[in-house]
């Protein structure tokens, strides 16, 4: 398999094969050469009533959907999936299923190239200072519960030079750091890793999930500016709690809680 060779829905299924629950028993797989947004369609699926556990996957997206409302640019040569979960409320409360999303693709980044991949609270997933791949958790109710739609998208293939103006300086891919592994290797990583961590929050553990993530997370202990929709706060990001929201010991000598939020490094001038 080469950076080269291109998903279809016979390599997402050899991808799930080793799952547990996704793409398992009543639960859909779908893969498609192109799509507006994989959160959408699965959003569609699970409005008719898809089973926890079920994926799609596309080629590339023509609407791929970011988090905050942005856009997630999608051409091909990248990897976009979406996992319909239906967690109930304890495992909702626990650990957010994004933090297990960023940290299962920065893990399956270590394990299918020689690249450390790094994580920026809350879940963007880094190698070195430009993000490579991200995560959108979108909730919602129906009349079966809750519904998480985990969206991932990871730059894979795109060549270095292929972000435009706007993302040139702050996103990458694995070929853009030499690395020319294939989506489905990346895919198949990710899916499994995912479904052990959902399995262990949801067996009540997350301890060792938390500090997995924790270690990944270089931004802990430094100086850092949180952006939130109504004010920007500055503060030494000491730490996680045991439910995945960021402490910051902020300026004004206070400490406080965020469970959201754009967070970035400020760096000494
Ligand atoms: C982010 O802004 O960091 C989150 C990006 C999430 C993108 C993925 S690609 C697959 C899935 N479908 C979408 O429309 N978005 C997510």
Redesign the pocket.
């Known amino acids: 398999m080469s950076a080269e060779s291109p998903l279809d829905l016979e390599a997402v299924q050899r991808a799930a094969a080793w799952c547990t629950f996704i793409g398992k028993d009543t639960a859909i797989v779908e893969f498609h050469s192109t799509l507006?947004?994989?959160?959408?369609r699965?959003g569609e699926l699970a409005r008719e009533g898809a089973a926890e556990g079920s994926l799609v996957v596309?080629a590339q997206?023509q609407?791929?959907?970011?988090?905050?409302g942005?856009t997630?640019n999608?051409p091909v040569g990248?990897?976009?999936?979406?996992v319909i979960l239906r967690p109930d409320q304890a495992m909702l409360r626990r650990l957010p299923v994004t933090l297990l999303g960023g940290l299962a693709v920065a893990e399956a980044i270590d394990a299918t190239t020689e690249l450390h991949a790094e994580l920026k609270w809350p879940?963007?997933i880094y190698v070195g200072d430009k993000?490579v791949?991200?995560?959108?958790g979108e909730l919602s109710r129906d009349a079966k519960g809750s519904v998480l739609?985990l969206?991932?998208?990871v730059n894979i293939a795109q060549p270095a030079d292929g972000f435009g103006d706007e993302l040139k300086e702050t996103a990458t891919s694995l070929a853009g750091n030499g690395e020319t592994t294939s989506a489905e290797s990346v895919l198949s990583e990710v899916l499994k890793r995912f479904e052990e961590h959902y399995q262990s929050v949801k067996a009540g553990g997350g301890v060792g999930i938390l500090s997995s993530a924790s270690a990944r997370m270089p931004m802990l202990g430094k100086p850092v500016r949180l952006r939130l929709p109504e004010r920007t706060l500055t503060g030494t990001a000491s730490g996680l709690t045991q439910t995945g929201a960021l402490v910051l010991e902020l300026d004004d000598g206070t400490r406080d809680v965020f469970v959201a939020g754009e967070v970035e490094e400020v760096r000494p001038k």
């Open positions: 507006d947004s994989t959160n959408q699965a596309a997206q609407s791929g959907r970011g988090r905050l942005k997630w999608s990248g990897l976009y999936l979406t879940n963007d993000k791949a991200g995560v959108l739609l969206g991932i998208g």
